[in-house]
């Protein structure tokens, strides 16, 4: 408020120097080490071919994840938002379904079901009479298959919301102006979606460009930029680690330029508010059986890796060798997973440290958010603004190597303390990582939110602080709620950053999951993806409800 | 300055260019004060800067004889009613009406009882306030203002978000409650009539200055200046051979240099002798018609007179009953 300019330019300062500190920070120190130290890295990076394939890989998979998941997701979009045939509400919210799992929950699950001793090899291996696994799931391939599988989403959504704004009155226009339905979809539909198409190309490629599970569990020996870092840390190569950070992070952010240019200015809500086109129905008997038959078919086909995944949890430790099918089901893994205090460890660990990160995350969105949204238009609400969205427009990868880098140096003179090796770093990671969601759910809530409600509880006797609690925090209660759940979601799930910055005492879920696959514990592993996908959804379902 | 409500040499400073005030007026015990200006005369800074919402840089505002220049809003007892009410909508209508109250009213129930049935809302506590129409939530804003009895009622643009047909039967209402409850008030509005009809006393700024303070027939009568004598009530502005011309009527000799003069509609009449002009438009409203007349010199005048007293295109001669006069503002 206005009353206290002094103080709000005090709080203000002293977040933007917090925020710098968290997220800025550790991504300079990341480019001092890379290009500094001697260039050992720069000349690693420069003369290894594996470097710049596994760059030009990152690229072109990020390309191709994006044209793969447009031509799925747009004309999804167009069939749900235009055409009215049985099961259309059902079904267009099912479909939405694999964005809101954890990725890392997705690509175990397509292992299972099409792996090499998935469901669906074991039914081709047998109804042929194969000696061998008809395929192996490896490389550019699989990963493409499973960067379009969980990333279509974002087309569909975004492109089903840009078809309800479109005003059903300027397709008429165009119509009446002698434009056939085809000239109409390039000249007039399609232009006025581009602001949504360009926003979940952007959504797409970003997520590609940092996409660390799917090559990481299929690609073998093909490498990407996010798989090659993990390997050179673990090689000990730090420095090296380092350039390639930075180099992914120059992709993301090229990515993330060009595709700002694209978008646009949203001239649809520009025009106002029309009503959007009547969904027509399919005619002919036939062609709506098969419409339905195909909209099912698809619904089980994506909800199947899901299923595959309760399946396999299902299965005890050795009973299912050569069987199409598992032999034996029962309730074992789970009861192991509970019963034994080492093996509960990594969900209480993943508990306590998304719940941690989650409150810090959404601490600081609430000051950040308060302070841009009500203080006096100045550089350093800009500076904040920024530094809220900064760790979006980097991979996980990257920030999980600078902080590392960052916090393996004890020298308090410049803000440097040794966090690596301790359980702290890894929920400070999650939280940093969790500050763009909460930031702009909350920034969004501050601005739907009436500046006169806060002076209206001032002038009714209620201070700053009853203000705050009685009016603000309600009114706040759905952004707290989404942002919230977004990020402890995204902590409870994560393996980018965990797998660089995990100790044992805090070895996460998805961490777990991994030793379990490697020693073969495919039940132990799909009941801890079961535990995952059950609590996001219903942490997601309880952040949705207003 | 004396009164109730007082402000004494009150500056807010928004730009180099921008300045409110200083401002000094007193407002007495009881009464409504109407604050009446165009938009970016400062009427609503100094509602503000009465509630507290904006500090002044300079001067002081006093309340029943406290000095309130630097207590914040929560603490200087003025009921607030927003433009657009600014009601919790997390809150139902009695949750509303009990925010200001002492541990929310749960002591005293009686007291949202009391304030709801002050507005006609009686039994609309648990009601949302979102199925409330716009008369009703104005109402709650209302009741949820005065509830914790401030010492002082503010209303900024309290009519604005109403449909003008139930604009002018809730002027009368609102008037008649505070009367009622006899708390002093001060309203902001850029509408003449409903500051004429709901003020006691009207004060019309521009620019940041308050150019006159005082009743209804004072402004339209003798307004203290040009600003004034144009923006309350319809006037003829005259310069040049023409205002020469009508200069008489007003008394006082002949015109100086620099001076204007301004002639209301109904002090102008169609005479036997007086300045030659010709009807160009008839506006007829019922018990009276406009007529736009032009002189020989071609100035453009506005006459009131009965509907009958002349056609378009007859030749007339008008007669002035009074004028204002008035030094030529600088611009």
């Known amino acids: 408020m206005s009353a206290r300019p002094g103080g709000g330019l005090t709080a203000r300062v002293v977040l933007t120097v917090l925020l710098a500190w968290l997220v800025l920070y550790p991504i300079l120190i990341l480019v001092g080490d890379a290009v500094g130290g001697g260039g050992s890295g720069l000349t690693a990076f420069a003369t290894r071919p594996a470097e710049w394939r596994a760059l030009w890989a990152s690229v072109w998979i990020s390309v191709a994840s994006v044209s793969f998941a447009a031509v799925i997701g747009v004309p999804l979009a167009f069939l749900f938002e235009w055409f009215e045939f049985p099961g259309r509400k059902t079904l267009g919210s099912l479909i939405a379904l694999p964005a809101v799992l954890p990725p890392f929950v997705g690509v175990i699950a397509f292992l299972f079901l099409y792996g090499e001793s998935g469901f669906v090899a074991r039914a081709v291996q047998r109804v042929f009479g194969l000696e061998q696994s008809p395929w192996r799931l490896q490389g550019a391939g699989g990963i493409l298959l499973v960067h379009a599988y969980s990333m279509y989403v974002y087309f569909y959504l975004f492109t089903r919301a840009g078809l309800a704004k479109l005003d059903a009155s300027m397709l008429e226009a165009a119509q009446a102006l002698g434009a056939s339905r085809w000239s109409t979809l390039w000249r007039v539909t399609l232009p006025l979606l581009r602001p949504s198409l360009a926003g979940a190309a952007l959504l797409v490629f970003m997520t590609a460009v940092g996409s660390f599970s799917a090559p990481y569990v299929f690609g073998g020996g093909f490498r990407v930029m996010t798989t090659q870092i993990v390997a050179s840390k673990l090689n000990g190569e730090l420095r090296l680690a380092e350039v390639e950070s930075v180099v992914l992070a120059l992709v993301a952010i090229a990515g993330l330029v060009l595709l700002r240019r694209s978008e646009g200015d949203d001239i649809v809500t520009a025009l106002g508010k029309g009503t959007a086109p009547r969904r027509r129905p399919i005619g002919g008997a036939g062609a709506r059986a098969f419409s339905t038959t195909a909209g099912w078919a698809l619904a089980v086909l994506l909800l199947l890796p899901h299923l595959t995944l309760v399946l396999i949890s299902l299965v005890p430790y050795g009973s299912w060798t050569t069987e199409t099918l598992p032999p034996v089901l029962s309730g074992i893994n789970y009861q192991r997973l509970f019963a034994e205090p080492e093996r509960l460890r990594p969900l209480v660990n993943s508990l306590w440290m998304a719940a941690g990160s989650t409150a810090g995350a959404i601490a600081l969105a609430l000051v950040a958010a308060g302070l841009v949204a009500r203080g006096r238009p100045s550089r350093l609400r800009g500076a904040i603004e920024g530094l809220i969205a900064l760790p979006w427009a980097l991979p996980g990868t990257v920030f999980a190597i600078a902080l590392l880098t960052t916090f393996s140096v004890h020298n308090p003179v410049t803000l440097r303390w040794v966090l690596a090796g301790t359980t702290l770093l890894l929920p400070l990671a999650y939280m940093v990582r969790s500050v763009p969601v909460t930031g702009r759910a909350l920034l969004a809530g501050y601005r739907q939110l009436d500046p006169g409600l806060e002076e209206a509880a001032a002038s009714l006797g209620a201070g700053r602080w009853a203000t705050f609690r009685r009016v603000t925090l309600p009114l706040l209660k759905p952004a707290l709620a989404a942002g919230g759940s977004l990020a402890f979601v995204a902590g409870l799930g994560d393996f980018v950053t965990s797998i660089v910055l995990y100790t044992y005492d805090n070895r996460p879920i998805s961490i777990e999951i991994m030793a379990s696959l490697r020693v073969s514990e495919l039940g132990v592993a799909a009941a801890f993806g079961v535990i995952l996908m059950v609590v996001s959804a219903a942490v997601l379902g309880l952040g949705a409800r207003r | ?331």
């Open chain 2, 1 to 331: 300055m004396s009164g109730f409500v007082t402000l004494d040499g009150v500056r807010k400073r928004w730009s180099a260019t921008v300045t409110v005030g200083p401002l000094s007026f007193g407002v007495a015990q009881g009464e409504i004060l109407a604050l009446l200006g165009p938009s970016g005369s400062g009427k609503t800074t100094v509602l503000r800067l009465l509630a507290g919402f904006e500090t002044s840089d300079a001067g002081r505002i006093g309340i029943g004889g406290e000095d309130v220049t630097a207590t914040p809003p929560a603490r200087r007892r003025c009921g607030m009613v927003f433009q657009h009410y600014a009601l919790f909508p997390h809150l139902d209508v009695g949750e509303n009406v009990a925010f200001g109250l002492a541990g929310q009213g749960k002591g005293n129930p009686g007291r949202i009882v009391d304030a709801l049935k002050l507005v006609g809302l009686e039994g609309f506590e648990r009601r949302r306030v979102q199925e409330l129409s716009g008369g009703q939530q104005q109402r709650v804003a209302l009741a949820r203002a005065l509830a914790p009895e401030p010492r002082v009622l503010l209303l900024d643009e309290p009519l604005s978000n109403l449909d003008p047909a139930l604009r002018e039967r809730t002027r009368r209402e609102l008037r008649a409650l505070i009367k009622r409850v006899g708390i002093t008030s001060i309203f902001v509005t850029h509408e003449q009539e409903e500051a004429f009809d709901l003020g006691d006393r009207v004060a019309v700024l521009e620019s940041g200055r308050l150019e006159q303070l005082g009743t209804a027939e004072e402004l339209y009568e003798r307004p203290a200046s040009l600003f004034v004598a144009t923006f309350v009530g319809r006037a003829n502005v005259l310069r040049g051979p023409v205002a020469r011309a009508f200069g008489g009527a007003g008394g006082g000799g002949g015109m100086k240099d620099g001076e204007v003069i301004v002639v209301r509609p109904e002090r102008l009449a169609f005479a036997a002798a007086g300045v030659p002009a010709v009807v160009r438009e008839r506006r007829y409203t019922g018990a009276a018609a406009f007529f736009l007349v032009e002189t020989d010199g071609g100035d453009r005048l506005e006459v009131l007179a009965a509907p009958d007293a002349a056609r378009v295109g007859d030749r007339v001669r008008l007669a002035a009953t009074s004028v204002l006069r008035f030094a030529e503002a600088h611009a």
